[in-house]
């Protein structure tokens, strides 16, 4: 199974917060969200995963790739247990980067991945929402394997956010 993640917006939801940083870097806690989108897609068995950035995303692959220079200083420093946390992220999974060129939309950007994803079955997966309790993307995956066909999860949201958000409506 692939996970393709959309992550090339300009974030204008969340302005001024990303004007020079995406939002997909904003942290939660003590990590950026999209750190716990592949965390999730990891522990629900997904291991080959494509994010699709745009212009102004590189802090986005430079999270997940090995800083050396980092290392070094904090292995120096004797800060062990920050290093080894620093290393986990660097090894957390082998992501493929795919840059939409033109922002058309949530269906272009996975429509960018459409190469490395082939004929195979794959989870598009958001930063939009965290959840506690059990894996949504795991239980998503689970009835596609049960049924074989698309399968989509979705939240109420307060009416006044169907003006601010790409929002299914049942109206």
């Given amino acids: 199974m692939k996970a393709v993640i959309p992550a090339a917006g300009l974030g ?4 001024p917060a990303t004007k020079a940083q995406p939002k997909e870097m904003l942290p939660v806690y003590d990590k950026p969200t999209i750190q716990y989108v592949i965390e999730e897609a990891l522990k629900s068995g997904i291991d080959d995963i494509v994010v699709v950035t745009g212009r102004n995303k590189r802090s986005i692959e430079d999270h997940f ?16 247990r920050v290093l080894k946390q620093v290393r986990k992220i660097t090894d ?3 992501i493929c980067y795919v840059r939409q060129r033109d922002l058309n939309g949530l269906g272009d950007a996975i429509l960018s991945a ?13 930063g939009d929402s965290i959840t506690k309790g059990p894996l949504c993307t795991r239980g998503l995956l689970d009835v596609y394997e049960r049924y074989g066909k698309s399968t989509i ?3 109420e949201v307060p009416n006044p956010c169907v003006d601010r958000y790409g929002i299914v409506s049942g109206s």
């Fill in 12 to 15: 204008t939801r969340l302005l």
């Fill in 114 to 126: 459409e190469k490395h994803i082939n004929d195979d079955a794959f989870a598009v997966l958001l």
């Fill in 65 to 80: 790739d090995k800083s050396y220079e980092l290392e070094y200083t904090l292995q120096k420093s004797g800060k062990d």
């Fill in 153 to 155: 999860s979705i939240r």
């Fill in 92 to 94: 957390l999974a082998d």
